[in-house]
């Protein structure tokens, strides 16, 4: 047993920030080999910048002044306040000396202070062949009573080597099931015509999109959680592309995609939410809305390379249409959850 000190970052100590990013870089060579790599810029913004819906707090074990794991935890303020979602990590050469497991005590005396009834943590794992990811985060959850709630896979699309022609020919066919609808690209704040559809479609995301047997509760987003998460992403750097289908009968929003290029980050970026409401559904706005986002990257950022994105396994429908654009099978996620 290592003798520490569980403390809150101080984003004035350059000294413990610095030592903070150099664990979470470690964690991720040593564990997430083969996966998009750490973006230190973006740790830096979400110390400073947060959303006003969610109460992060940030914890470190530290001895000497060196820390030696982090704890990130999340607690949402408006919905899913039952709930806290964490992150944690343990330099890979300070392991097997109690300093995960003091943390995800911490983690769970926190959430129990707080009056939250369920802990969850996104855990990276193999999968099929991904020899450079470690089993150790899973492996560790369920020791420690956590649940596997929800199985999904990473999978990445490289834009310098997509079959432009081939997604040519796929608009083609798509676009000749989706006459009556116009594609309505932006960035940031969704115009106002449509921003109140938006904010509906994102409230669905907690209820339509495969669950497991995660405890995610419904939503209710409304323009003003978008104004707030769009201040936020401005006040980090990130760029944040969007295209929504609109039905141009009614005027309603019938789906939409959207892809956030972090600040500092010039290789990876990732696939936020899709849907398309069940209403539209059975025109190949998924398909669309992919391809137009996707080509709106390169478009903003000539010289970015890879997407990531993420779906529950079960999520047929959306996986087919990932490959079809390009994404390519790159390991699994998992969802791990302990209630009380």
């Known amino acids: 047993m290592t003798h520490f000190d569980i403390v809150p970052v101080d984003p004035g100590d350059q000294r413990q920030v610095r030592s903070r990013l150099a664990v979470m870089a470690a964690v991720d060579a040593h564990d997430h080999t083969g996966t998009r790599p750490l973006n230190p810029a973006r740790e830096l913004s979400r110390i400073l910048v947060g959303r006003a819906d969610v109460r992060d707090e940030r914890w470190v074990a530290v001895c000497d002044d060196r820390v030696l794991g982090f704890l990130d935890v999340n607690l949402p303020l408006l919905d899913n306040t039952h709930a806290a979602y964490f992150d944690l990590g343990v330099h890979p050469d300070e392991r097997r000396r109690g300093v995960g497991s003091a943390l995800l005590r911490h983690l769970e005396e926190r959430a129990a202070e707080e009056g939250r009834t369920a802990c969850s943590t996104w855990v990276l794992e193999p999968g099929d062949g991904a020899t450079g990811i470690s089993a150790v985060g ?6 420690k009573g956590y649940k ?3 199985s999904c896979a990473i999978r990445a699309v490289d834009l310098d080597t997509v079959d432009e022609e081939a997604l040519d020919r796929l608009w083609d066919e798509a ?3 989706a006459e009556g609808f116009e594609f309505v690209p932006f960035e940031g704040l969704a115009p106002e015509r449509i921003i109140d559809g938006m904010a509906y479609l994102h409230g669905r995301m907690y209820t339509d999109m495969p669950l497991g047997e995660w405890d995610l509760q419904e939503a209710a987003i409304d323009r003003e959680r978008l104004r707030d998460w769009s201040d936020m992403r401005r006040l980090r750097g990130e760029l944040h592309l969007q295209v929504a289908a609109v039905h141009q ?13 972090e600040g500092g980050e010039e290789t990876h970026c990732s696939q ?22 996707q080509r709106l990257v390169r478009a903003w950022r000539p010289r970015m390379r890879y997407v ?9 429908h959306m996986i087919a ?10 390991c699994e996620e998992a969802v791990f959850q302990k209630q009380r």
């Open 138 to 143: 899973g492996a560790f959850a369920v020791a």
């Open 148 to 150: 596997r709630s929800l």
């Open 175 to 177: 676009a000749a099931k």
């Open 272 to 293: 936020g939410d899709t849907i398309v409401d069940p209403r539209f559904r059975g025109h190949r706005l998924g398909t669309l809305l992919k391809i137009a986002n």
């Open 308 to 316: 990531w994105t993420g779906n529950a396994v079960s999520n047929d």
């Open 249 to 261: 009968e009614s005027g309603e929003v019938a789906g939409f995609t959207e892809i956030v290029i």
């Open 321 to 330: 249409i990932n490959e079809a654009v390009g994404y390519r099978y790159v």
